[in-house]
């Protein structure tokens, strides 16, 4: 097959180079070299190349500090600062970060930085994929330039496809060897290369599109979906809030309606939204359409409603607090989980830290815990340490408010945890979504129970 070697006959394994060895494609090159892969990471991050090289954990998914250490004392899975060392390898998967500035505008440099760096060291016959999120035509018109400029020409010399990167964090090596992956070729041998190098390398069914444009907008199609059912599912919570209703009920009824090829799937509720995707896909899509003329009310909205959440959320924490006869000035508030999304200590785009920012204001006094975060990135963000144990963080508090749905979070001992706050207690529940028994467990030992939505 053009731009993949036949490895048929086991002569050698696949070599892989991964260029942005960050989250994405640190989980990718675990998952490659477990299945049997060589992979090389580049990343200009010199400080994340010493970390990785150290063995620090730096990326706190399931798994991935156990399967680093093993695969790269085997030698299977290494990491350096040049990308020449790319131009042994059979793919070359670019996972770069790919920002936005403030009016949702695409930034190109740190993609048009490797791509023309990449465009100097490719050799005849590589495979090249691009898995950072862009505007449709990017590939096309920005990568395929930059990767041409050492006389090389994609199709003919060289593949060059496009596969979104769709990963859920928290689950990623788990969701590796079975997630579906689009493939967008540049040409039609760039397709059918991509497509056999991952149903080869990680087993994974494909789905094919007519060229890269397609490719990338699944990408930014599924995080406005996601980023839009959310903003229904924070409404609807403040609507079941104001009619004593739990949100999770009607949410649960209601997703057994069948509807098209599935079933209605309303998410659910939480303080709000973060983490590297849904705060700026939609935006960067929304951009590309105004520019071509067309309003996107809908990420607009969506934007809007999410962004909004973290006050929502302090307001009810307030506003249950002085039910309590304790006004949220000089409260103690208990913060448990400052991550983004639960079962990660990700800190990016965080919506508790304005949560937590809205408490301080208000003259509460926050004590913050967080056993899967980084203690210096909690201090820079926050202004403010971790907590050096669970049993220090809740000692005394008029409120303890879990923002990310941890496991340990969910192991937590009620009646310890009854002893040790002040009663009247508030257990404000912004991510965990405590089933019945445990709520009804909470309001038996005297605390009041406050969720979104419940």
Not at 78 to 84: D, I, N
Not at 237 to 247: E, F, P, R, T
Not at 383 to 395: I, K, N, W
């Amino acid at each position: 097959m053009r731009f993949l070697p036949d490895l048929a006959n086991g002569q050698r394994d696949l070599r892989v180079a991964v260029v942005g060895f960050g989250y994405v494609g640190s989980c990718l090159g675990v998952a490659l070299a477990e299945r049997g892969a060589t992979v090389h990471g580049v990343d200009s991050d010199r400080s994340l190349v010493a970390a990785l090289r150290g063995g620090d954990r730096v990326f706190d998914e399931p798994g991935m500090s156990a399967a680093w250490a093993r695969l790269a004392a085997a030698g299977r899975l290494t990491v350096g600062t040049e990308l020449g060392a790319v131009s042994g390898s059979d793919v070359v998967l670019v996972t770069v970060g790919t920002p936005i500035d403030a009016d949702g505008g695409f930034v190109a440099d740190a993609l048009a930085t490797a791509c023309g760096g990449l465009g100097r060291v490719l050799t005849r016959g590589q495979l090249v994929i691009v898995k950072s999120t862009v505007p449709p035509g990017t590939t096309r018109q920005l990568v395929r330039p930059l990767l041409e400029s050492g006389g090389l020409v994609a199709g003919r010399d060289f593949g060059l496809a496009y596969c979104p990167e769709r990963l859920a964090e928290g689950a990623a090596l788990a969701q590796l060897p079975t997630l579906p992956v689009v493939v967008g070729g540049l040409d039609p041998d760039s397709g059918e290369a991509a497509a056999a190098f991952w149903t080869g390398s990680l087993g994974v069914p494909t789905v094919a599109v007519d060229g890269p444009e397609i490719a990338e907008l699944v990408k930014l199609a599924d995080n406005w979906w996601i980023d839009a059912n959310v903003a229904l599912a924070n409404e609807l919570a403040q609507v079941c809030g104001v009619l004593g209703i739990d949100a999770l009920d009607v949410i649960g009824a209601a997703n057994t309606l069948p509807k098209g090829d599935s079933r209605v799937n309303i998410l659910r509720p939480s303080i709000g939204v973060g983490g590297s995707c849904l705060p700026k896909d939609p935006p960067m899509l929304a951009r590309i359409a105004r520019d071509k003329g067309v309003q996107l009310h809908t990420v607009t909205t969506a934007r809007a409603v999410n962004d909004a959440m973290p006050q929502y959320s302090f307001e009810l924490i307030r506003d249950e607090l002085a039910k309590l006869g304790k006004p949220v000035g000089g409260a103690r508030i208990a913060v448990l989980g400052l991550a983004f999304k639960n079962e990660t200590g990700d800190l990016r785009l965080t919506p508790v830290r304005p949560l937590v920012a809205a408490l301080v204001e208000a003259g509460a006094v926050t004590a913050l815990y967080d056993p899967l975060a980084d203690p210096a990135a909690v201090r820079a963000m926050f202004g403010a340490p971790l907590e050096s144990s669970l049993e220090h963080t809740v000692a005394g508090a008029d409120c303890v408010a879990v923002l990310a749905g941890h496991r340990a979070f969910h192991q937590l001992d009620l009646d310890w945890l009854a002893a040790s706050v002040a009663m009247p207690c508030l257990l404000f529940d912004g991510r965990a979504y405590y089933p019945r028994a445990t709520v009804a467990r909470l309001r038996a030992l005297g605390f009041a129970y406050r969720g979104i939505g419940r």
